[in-house]
Every structure is written in structure tokens, then in C-alpha cells.
């Protein structure tokens, strides 16, 4: 499936996650140089990034204007998909975070009434005042 652009499915290809990150942090900066600053890498890197980004997907991903740049609509298509990983990468590392540490999972009980009021709840309002 392509579309007017001539972008099929393939034109993300070779992408990696340290273009992902760059082009969502040029969403919050026109500056490439700050924006290299905040991912930890130097100018000439993020340059470097900047044009596999645009040699990848085959279309032009920002306009220089001066000492800042803005994203084409392609580019601010990208970079908005790219925030969304972002975010769904830091919410993978807190949940194996959580998961390695024991603070989350699930815990089916099969009670019948009585023993399930005298003795189940109890024990989960204890167990959920120290794991809320």
C-alpha cells in the first residue's frame, strides 16, 4: 500500500530507534543543535541522523531557515509517531521494571462465601494496604 507521496510500507525501513528519537525531539525544538544536546549527542551526529532520516524515507524531512529548522508535513508525520514510541518504550521499561521487582501480576481466588469473607478478603485488604 502506497501513497501519493509514493511512501509504501518499506519507507521506514532501516530506521533506528536513535532517528526515532531525534526526529521527536526536533518536534519540540527548532534548534538541531539543542535538540542534540538533550539525546547526549553531538551536532555533527545528529546532522548525520538527520539526512539517514531523509535518505531512508526518500522525502525531504525538514527545511533550514537560518540557525533553526522546521519539519515538513512528512517530517512532523514522523516525528509524531516517533513521540508515541517514545512513550510506549518508557512505558515497556516501567512495566519490566515492575514486573522484575514484584510489585505487579494478578491472583485468582476461588472461595465460597463464608471462607471468603472470614478469610479471603481479610488477607487481600492486608495484601493491598502493602501493594496498592
Known amino acids: 500500500m502506497s501513497d501519493a507521496l ?32 538533550r539525546l547526549g549527542l553531538s551536532q555533527p551526529a545528529a546532522s548525520r541522523l538527520l539526512a539517514e532520516v531523509e535518505r531512508i524515507v526518500g522525502q525531504p524531512v525538514h527545511k533550514r531557515q537560518g540557525r533553526s529548522l522546521t519539519l515538513t508535513e512528512v517530517g512532523m508525520a514522523l516525528a509524531r509517531r516517533a513521540g508515541r514510541i517514545a512513550l510506549e518504550l518508557a512505558d515497556a521499561v516501567r512495566d519490566m521494571t515492575e514486573a522484575a521487582g514484584g510489585t505487579v501480576g494478578s491472583v485468582c481466588i476461588g472461595s465460597v462465601t463464608g471462607p471468603a469473607l472470614n478469610l479471603v478478603l481479610p488477607a487481600l485488604t492486608a495484601e493491598q494496604r502493602l501493594h496498592p
Request: charge should be positive; charged fraction near 10%; hydrophobic fraction near 55%.
Open 6 to 37: 509514493g511512501l509504501g510500507p518499506a519507507a521506514l525501513r532501516g530506521l533506528k530507534l536513535a532517528h526515532l528519537r531525534l526526529m521527536a525531539e526536533l518536534q519540540t525544538t527548532p534548534q538541531l543543535t539543542l535538540a542534540a544536546a
